[in-house]
């Protein structure tokens, strides 16, 4: 599958420097508003201000960066064929301690810091350029190349220069294949533009820095993950505190000059064991925030632990699932990822464009989408919901953008899509949702995923309903899902326009007043239009799945906030038994 038709959300914390990551893409993280010291600035020579004060410092990175930006455009614009329209860097700088346990020992302990440069090279004209889409591609320019992180002038200064020239050839020759295809010149007068013209920015804003004991936090997390230790049948665990300050600096020939800064603070917990039949479980918990004093209570997290590693005991014992079409009630959280995937991705700008993705609302636009009581906006400016952090949120995109709350649907009906700097049929403007990982080329995602309903009842209310509704359609009972861990969707033309959406917990539901049935190995599965057609309503208590989504430009940060719903069909499959085997040699002892 390539990536401009599938998107996965996944619950990896190792995204930026190329660690291992699972294969799907969805976790929990709490963040608070950061404690900030914002400056808004009326001049580049401003954004070197702290670097002017000390003689002899070495030049801020934005001046390195701006004075080679326009030695290489200059050059390019007069002596280059096809001249350069557009230029632009991205300098993402990372820096990470981490800390890992498991069952009571230390098993990683790393501090890391890196720095690198993207580059952005438009050749043509904004009509048409070499990021035109053609064949389900954009373009793949930008390689993520190292920078000094002590701002050597003359290191950074020949990667640029390097960076630039390469990306230049790359481009040149996409627009001249572009602009001799027989096929898309016959196509020309039907596209919308390729890049669209906003406002130059020159913005600063890096928070404080936090203090953290890293000795103090492994302690910690030898002490939690040795809880394992008092259940046999788990075979895997881990609880890992991890903290994480990133630094974008954003520079383009429109003027733009930006530098942005976020910490995210995490602990999170895993474990995996084997179901008697070799079924693979899994269960995690997460607990996140701007501002490490802002955790629970070490003795909250401790008992995080223990309801984990319980619940797995209880998952091992449980029925397996069997295939059924039922009424259903997700849970705010699993409610959240439903509505990142089978609607969130669709209204992301750069899929109408494409023809070879499935479109499911380029001609919808005005019309009605989800039933009237909902409504749905996306808001990268809302950094909390909910009593939590939303991880979506940020200041200015990826394409120098300022951020804003963009209301999607409206009552039901579709109002826009997701936008970057590439217009789509009437939308000529970026409504700041250009993102994209280091390395990859930008385009159109979602930010925090707002869920609205004007239908509300109490969760015992929609308990009620669940249970009269399954009644009605006489099924033997209907599903609960309480915790997910993940989804993913299939966008592309030629696949089955469908999703999957992966719970950890989910109960059966009876409607003669039996107790709920914890089971396992259960899969959501369906189609969008006819998903959205079966909602009946909604909670009136909101909550946050916050996780990193993984798409056409990367893994991005992103949060979902909606109430549960209740929904009168949802379709299940069984997960995949891998059919593993269980440990041959006994368990050692514990000392």
Known sequence: MTRASRSTLLLSFNLRLNLPQRAWDLRPLRARGLKCCALALTGAAALSLAAAAVPDAPPALIDLLKGELNREFAILKNKADPAPYYMAYEVTEEQVDSAAASLGALMANVHSRVRGVDTTIRVGSADFDN???????????????????????NQINRTLWAESDRVYKLASRRLLQLTTDEQLIAQQDKTDPDFSSEPAAVYSHLPEKYGYDMDAWAGKVRTWSGEFNKHPKILGSSVTFRAQREIKTFVNTEGSAIQLGSDLFRVEIEGSALAPDGMGLSDFAGFEASDPSHFPADDLIQKRVQDLASMLDRLVAAPPAEPIVCPAILSGRASAVFFHEIFGHRVEGHRQKDIEDGQTFTKMVGQKVLPDFMSVAFDPTRKAEAGMDLIGAYEYDDEGVKARPVT??????????LLSRSPVGEFAHSNGHGRRQPGYEVVSRQSNLIVESSKQVSNQELRSRLIEEVKRQGKPYGLYFEEVSSGYTTTGRRGLQAFTVVPLVVYRVYPDGRPDELIRGVDIVGTPLASFQKIIATSDRKEVFNGYCGAESGNVPVSATSPAILVSEIETQRKQNEQLRPPILPRPEVN
């Open 131 to 153: 990021y035109h889409p053609y064949k389900g591609s954009r373009g793949e320019f930008t390689m993520f190349a190292p920078l000094s992180i002590d701002n050597d002038a």
């Open 408 to 417: 999607v649907v409206d009552r039901g009906v579709l109002k826009t899509f």
